[in-house]
């Protein structure tokens, strides 16, 4: 997936149950209905700091043929790139989305989707992250995605 392996979170400060309740507690209805689920955080302690998440696959997030539209992904690619700043921050700050530019290389069809989200900078009033999109059925990436945010 490009970039330096993903270290999992083993340190108290900042938990993946609190990664987890801020997905619930944060994000509008809409975003919820998506389903994600956080796999697992590296807070910034361990390098560059990052999420892992799943977005599982449903037929109402789909374009014919089974196929996830590009606004689910896009969708999730912000959110995972807001859990990887809050792991960055060791807790929820806001922050608002400025840009998010996305390249699609391949279709999703019929499969739950990871995003490996990762911390490039992390500012007092700007902050910038990167995701790699996979399809879970065969791990091979179908979009890349990157992301400025103004910290609130």
């Known amino acids: 997936m490009g970039g330096p392996p993903f270290v999992p979170n083993d340190t108290p400060d900042f938990t993946i149950d609190e990664a987890r309740r801020i997905l619930d507690d944060v994000f509008a209805p809409w975003i919820k ?10 807070p910034s302690q361990h390098g560059e700091a990052g999420a892992i998440l799943r977005m599982p696959f449903a ?13 689910a992904l896009m969708a999730f690619a912000d959110t995972a790139t ?25 279709a999703v069809v019929s499969s739950d989707v990871l995003a490996d989200a990762r911390v490039v900078r992390m500012g007092r009033t700007m902050s910038f992250g990167r995701v790699t999109l996979s399809s879970a059925s065969d791990g091979k990436p179908v979009a890349m995605v990157s992301s400025a945010f103004a910290m609130l």
Request: hydrophobic content about 40%.
């Open 33 to 42: 209905e998506l389903a994600l689920t956080v796999e697992d955080i590296a």
């Open 82 to 106: 807001v859990i990887a700043m809050v792991t960055a921050s060791g807790g929820y700050r806001p922050m608002t989305t400025v840009d998010q530019t996305t390249h699609f290389m391949r």
């Open 59 to 71: 037929q109402r997030l789909c374009r014919d043929n089974g196929v996830v539209c590009g606004q």
